[in-house]
């Protein structure tokens, strides 16, 4: 959801506390204040405790919120789940098994990896899959629209994964989802979770 959050070119602004000689991007979260974009990253996006370990119990379940949450993995095919983006195959997959367990509507976490080891969340969405009841009448068309995209044009998530000082990349070997009984309450959850946990948006 974009319009929680405003990541925008430098513009002048002097921040306080701040030691970065160039500033490229201003960040504000909805209802917060504007920040560095790096002092945002480092001093508090990348201090959050959570990890994947801690936001999931030893079943697979949410701990927190939403106690019917379950980490989805990627077709039990780790070998090719970078091929989530790139073909269709997996997603199509994703979409199948959610369905057999009858999820229409959902919203999701998307976890990185920093270095080779800890696994943290890093963006909240919301999506359906294919034949969803829409909230405006009719049905969704197609495929859940996840991505796993490295560029950094495409929002917070990815401007972060870019930076190489940082050694983070995307964690694909799972995705937590929430499922939801409409698309409303979809993007309730993803509005919360976002909330909770400081995520991007997707
Ligand atoms: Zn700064």
Not at 41 to 47: Q, V, Y
Not at 90 to 118: M, Q, T
Not at 172 to 183: G, H, N, Q, R
């Amino acid at each position: 959801m974009g319009m929680l959050h405003y990541l925008k070119p430098y513009d002048g602004t002097v921040f306080d506390n701040c030691e970065h000689k160039e500033i490229k991007y201003t960040y504000k979260r909805g209802g917060g204040e504007k920040k560095c974009w790096s002092c945002y990253i480092e001093k508090e996006f990348m201090t959050k405790k959570e990890t994947l370990c801690s936001i999931i119990d030893d079943d697979g379940c949410f701990k927190r919120m939403y106690i019917n949450a379950v980490l989805y993995d990627f077709c039990d095919d780790p070998a090719d789940y970078y091929t989530w983006g790139g073909r269709t195959r997996y997603v199509r997959c994703f979409n199948n098994a959610l369905i057999a367990k009858g999820v229409e509507w959902f919203a999701y976490i998307k976890f990185y990896e920093v270095g080779d080891s800890v696994v943290k969340p890093l963006s909240a969405g919301k999506s359906g899959v294919i034949g969803a009841p829409r909230q405006t009448g009719g049905k969704k068309k197609g495929l859940p629209d996840i991505y796993f995209s490295k560029e950094p044009g495409h929002g917070p998530s990815r401007l972060f994964l870019s930076d190489t000082k940082l050694n983070v990349k995307w964690y694909m070997k799972y995705i937590l989802v929430v499922p939801a009984s409409t698309e409303k309450e979809a993007l309730e959850f993803e509005a919360d979770i976002m909330k909770n946990y400081l995520l991007f948006g997707s």
